[in-house]
């Protein structure tokens, strides 16, 4: 993202800062449709701030609080999968560099997941879910 100038403020790649919400994650400083419960239409603008469950928009001169947010099409803004937090000593099921989905527990020292006779680099690694053992 190129610096910018929106009102008075410069956004630069600096300030590229991110706010989870509901497991996605959003760029401050990115262009997002934005719309509040009372309102039946979505509204472009800069997304500023986040607290408490609402986002701060920058829509030209004005600055509001929303309730809902989502990508604008054709516009930058990515909206991700937010990632899970790791736990060592759990096991996760993923899929490894070479596409197999492999189960391993998580050593937080190493960031690796270990199994019976291979160790696979998380940054490697795909589709991250933790394994719960299931009581029948």
Same mark, same amino acid.
């Given at each position: 993202?190129?610096?910018?100038?929106?009102?008075?403020?410069?956004?630069?790649?600096?300030? !590229?800062?991110?706010?989870?919400?509901? #497991? &996605?994650? %959003? +760029?401050?400083?990115?262009?997002?449709?934005?719309?509040?419960?009372?309102?039946?239409?979505?509204?472009?603008?800069?997304?500023?701030?986040?607290?408490?469950?609402?986002f701060?928009?920058?829509?030209?001169?004005?600055?509001?609080?929303?309730?809902?947010?989502?990508?604008?099409?054709?516009?930058?803004?990515?909206?991700?999968? !937010?990632?899970?937090?790791?736990?060592? #000593? &759990?096991? %996760? +099921?993923?899929?490894?560099?070479?596409?197999?989905?492999?189960?391993?527990?998580?050593?937080?020292?190493?960031?690796?997941?270990?199994?019976?006779?291979?160790?696979?680099c998380?940054?490697?690694?795909?589709?991250?879910?933790?394994?719960?053992?299931?009581?029948?």
């Amino acid at each position: 993202m190129e610096d910018f100038k929106l009102g008075d403020e410069v956004y630069t790649q600096e300030m !590229a800062d991110t706010v989870e919400h509901k #497991g &996605k994650v %959003y +760029q401050i400083g990115c262009f997002y449709e934005f719309k509040d419960e009372t309102s039946s239409y979505w509204e472009v603008g800069v997304l500023c701030d986040y607290e408490d469950g609402k986002f701060k928009s920058k829509c030209g001169n004005k600055n509001e609080w929303y309730d809902s947010i989502m990508r604008c099409t054709g516009i930058m803004g990515a909206v991700v999968d !937010a990632p899970i937090a790791l736990e060592h #000593g &759990k096991a %996760y +099921q993923f899929t490894n560099i070479e596409d197999n989905t492999i189960h391993g527990i998580y050593d937080e020292d190493d960031n690796y997941f270990k199994g019976t006779c291979v160790e696979w680099c998380v940054s490697t690694c795909t589709n991250i879910k933790p394994l719960t053992v299931e009581v029948k």
